[in-house]
């Protein structure tokens, strides 16, 4: 090998360590900013006709577990999900109550029943008549305060979809941007370490909104799909995805009820978008949220047929009716009734009525025995309506031998599509409880999820750090080497520079 060839090694060898060098410079310069990848540069031998000509510096790359890293952007989606489930059904369970302070639908319930009681020992009592009064209101403006929450949970999951679509339109088109510097970048030969962790933090945004499988081509670029099998745009002069921002109502269902589907390219993809932010608001806002109502208006109606069956109209709508109810689907007529229940304007009026009665009832073999109301002047001690009512209101038969109807639990909602997550028991209070119970172990499972789905991400976070972000004392182990190797390609320089020297004084 000639002397020319090894200064030309060498200085081959200065270059390379000098760009090592930039890149440590880089790596410790962005020491815990987020989204930051450590950088590595790959390095090759030369050679020709099988003789060294020293070393080849590539471009800057990231140093990233690319599988590692789609497994924590999909719990991310999962967590993101959960979030949302969770903060949903928080408000819901806020409003019912807490349990045992008598002031749920189950220890409204009681408190209605004991007031019966008291009014059945002494019918005349004008403080008790009054008290059932007060008690049925109360139990009403449960059922209202809960068919309010559904609403207004179900409206910001509607909301919330509406915004994270735009949301998801805008950063599918940052990556596509992003993407399209990346592929040129490359092209010319430079390193698009930079811009990559730019699309990175971008596809990290875009995993809270939906779950979604990354695959990069060699030249750079960046195909996104669903798990679903969605191929998601990256680049378009329209948004891709749309959906109509509405007002929600007890009657509006998905699909084609007023509740807007989610649309690719005009395609619906609602029920497509699997995990993430937007695909648990749409669960909330088209089967959680509805079957909840559902739930609400069949207690609702229950509770109103139950005193209306032995005389006693004690529950209605605001003008003194109950819904009948056509059966098709099972809630047609009474779908968001839990809204407009009240205590009947004329009980209200007079409070006399709860121990009088309110209409007379036929006899009925298959349902209620015959009633007869107590008459405008009638016996101050009349006990047969409270009696009736504590009888066979509350429990689990509408006469002796005779089993209450019970609530619907198939075929709930407007599209008649909805199952109650429970067999509604016979007894007024205990299907009281049963929904209760049913609605916040909802809650309370959810939040136990997002816990769980929050410590399997911060794991996934932490492997993905551990093996992508920067170590300083592995930066400056690097440095160290460097300057070695630095320090012997130099005195290989001042050797053969010596040694040209003397050639040089040889031939003179």
């Given at each position: 090998m000639?002397?020319?060839?090894?200064?030309?090694?060498?200085?081959?060898?200065?270059?390379?360590?000098?760009?090592?060098?930039?890149?440590?410079?880089?790596?410790v310069?962005?020491?815990?900013?987020?989204?930051?990848a450590?950088q590595?540069?790959?390095?090759?031998s030369?050679?020709?006709?099988?003789?060294?000509?020293?070393?080849?510096?590539?471009?800057?790359?990231?140093?990233?577990?690319?599988?590692?890293?789609?497994?924590?952007l999909g719990?991310?989606?999962?967590?993101?999900?959960?979030?949302?489930?969770?903060?949903?059904?928080?408000?819901?369970?806020?409003?019912?109550?807490?349990?045992?302070?008598?002031?749920?639908?189950?220890?409204?319930?009681?408190?209605?029943?004991?007031?019966f009681?008291?009014?059945?020992?002494?019918?005349?009592?004008?403080p008790?008549?009054?008290?059932?009064?007060?008690?049925a209101?109360?139990?009403?403006?449960?059922?209202?305060?809960?068919?309010?929450?559904?609403?207004?949970?179900?409206?910001?999951?509607?909301?919330?979809?509406?915004?994270?679509?735009?949301?998801?339109?805008?950063?599918?088109?940052?990556?596509?941007?992003?993407?399209?510097?990346?592929?040129?970048?490359?092209?010319?030969?430079?390193s698009?370490?930079?811009?990559?962790?730019?699309?990175?933090?971008?596809?990290?945004?875009?995993?809270?909104?939906?779950?979604?499988?990354?695959?990069?081509?060699?030249?750079?670029?960046?195909?996104?799909?669903?798990?679903?099998g969605?191929s998601?745009?990256?680049?378009?002069?329209?948004?891709?995805?749309?959906?109509?921002?509405?007002?929600?109502?007890?009657?509006?269902?998905?699909?084609?009820?007023?509740a807007?589907?989610?649309?690719?390219?005009?395609?619906?993809?609602?029920?497509?978008?699997?995990?993430?932010?937007?695909?648990?608001?749409?669960?909330?806002?088209?089967?959680?949220?509805p079957?909840?109502?559902?739930?609400?208006?069949?207690?609702?109606?229950?509770l109103?047929?139950?005193?209306?069956?032995?005389?006693?109209?004690?529950?209605?709508d605001?003008?003194?009716?109950?819904?009948?109810?056509?059966?098709?689907?099972?809630?047609?007529?009474?779908?968001?009734?839990?809204?407009?229940?009240?205590?009947?304007?004329?009980?209200?009026?007079?409070?006399?009525?709860?121990?009088?009665?309110?209409?007379?009832?036929?006899?009925?073999?298959?349902?209620?025995?015959?009633?007869?109301?107590?008459?405008?002047?009638?016996?101050?001690?009349?006990?047969?309506?409270?009696?009736?009512?504590?009888?066979?209101?509350?429990?689990?038969?509408?006469?002796?031998?005779?089993?209450?109807?019970?609530?619907?639990?198939?075929?709930?909602?407007?599209?008649?599509?909805?199952?109650?997550?429970?067999?509604?028991?016979?007894?007024?209070?205990?299907?009281?409880?049963?929904?209760v119970?049913?609605?916040?172990?909802?809650?309370?499972?959810?939040?136990?999820?997002?816990?769980?789905?929050?410590?399997?991400?911060?794991?996934?976070?932490?492997?993905?750090?551990a093996?992508?972000?920067?170590?300083?004392?592995?930066?400056?182990?690097?440095?160290?080497?460097?300057?070695?190797?630095?320090?012997?390609?130099?005195?290989?320089?001042s050797?053969?520079?010596?040694?040209?020297?003397?050639?040089?004084?040889?031939?003179?």
């Amino acid at each position: 090998m000639s002397l020319d060839a090894s200064l030309s090694i060498a200085a081959s060898g200065l270059a390379n360590i000098n760009r090592h060098l930039a890149v440590v410079s880089q790596n410790v310069a962005n020491v815990g900013t987020p989204g930051y990848a450590r950088q590595v540069l790959p390095q090759s031998s030369v050679a020709a006709g099988g003789q060294g000509m020293g070393v080849r510096t590539a471009v800057a790359q990231r140093q990233v577990d690319l599988n590692l890293q789609q497994a924590a952007l999909g719990q991310a989606s999962t967590a993101a999900g959960l979030d949302a489930q969770s903060l949903a059904l928080g408000g819901i369970d806020a409003a019912h109550g807490a349990t045992g302070a008598g002031t749920d639908l189950a220890g409204l319930v009681g408190q209605l029943e004991n007031g019966f009681t008291a009014l059945a020992a002494d019918p005349s009592s004008q403080p008790n008549q009054a008290g059932v009064v007060a008690a049925a209101d109360a139990l009403a403006r449960q059922v209202r305060g809960l068919d309010g929450a559904y609403r207004s949970a179900r409206q910001g999951a509607q909301d919330a979809v509406v915004g994270d679509v735009a949301t998801l339109n805008a950063t599918l088109a940052q990556i596509g941007g992003l993407s399209t510097q990346i592929v040129q970048v490359r092209a010319l030969g430079q390193s698009s370490a930079d811009l990559e962790n730019q699309r990175d933090a971008a596809r990290g945004e875009l995993a809270k909104l939906i779950d979604v499988r990354a695959l990069e081509t060699p030249a750079g670029d960046m195909l996104l799909a669903t798990a679903s099998g969605l191929s998601l745009p990256t680049r378009f002069t329209t948004p891709p995805f749309a959906v109509a921002a509405v007002t929600l109502d007890a009657n509006s269902a998905y699909p084609g009820a007023g509740a807007p589907a989610v649309t690719l390219n005009g395609t619906d993809v609602t029920t497509r978008l699997g995990a993430g932010r937007i695909g648990a608001n749409l669960v909330l806002r088209d089967q959680t949220l509805p079957t909840f109502q559902g739930e609400l208006d069949e207690f609702a109606i229950t509770l109103s047929r139950r005193f209306e069956a032995q005389g006693l109209r004690l529950f209605s709508d605001p003008g003194g009716s109950v819904p009948n109810g056509s059966g098709t689907p099972v809630q047609d007529g009474y779908v968001g009734y839990a809204g407009v229940i009240t205590v009947n304007p004329a009980v209200a009026t007079d409070a006399a009525l709860t121990r009088d009665g309110t209409h007379a009832v036929p006899d009925d073999p298959a349902g209620a025995s015959a009633f007869t109301p107590n008459p405008p002047g009638g016996p101050a001690g009349f006990a047969t309506m409270a009696q009736r009512v504590l009888a066979y209101s509350f429990g689990g038969q509408v006469r002796d031998g005779v089993a209450q109807p019970l609530a619907a639990r198939v075929g709930l909602g407007p599209g008649g599509m909805l199952t109650a997550s429970y067999a509604p028991p016979a007894a007024l209070g205990a299907l009281a409880t049963a929904l209760v119970t049913a609605q916040t172990r909802a809650s309370s499972e959810a939040a136990a999820a997002t816990d769980s789905a929050r410590a399997l991400q911060s794991a996934l976070d932490d492997k993905v750090s551990a093996r992508s972000a920067v170590s300083v004392d592995q930066e400056m182990t690097v440095m160290l080497q460097l300057q070695s190797a630095y320090a012997a390609n130099a005195r290989v320089i001042s050797a053969v520079q010596t040694m040209l020297d003397q050639t040089l004084q040889m031939l003179r």
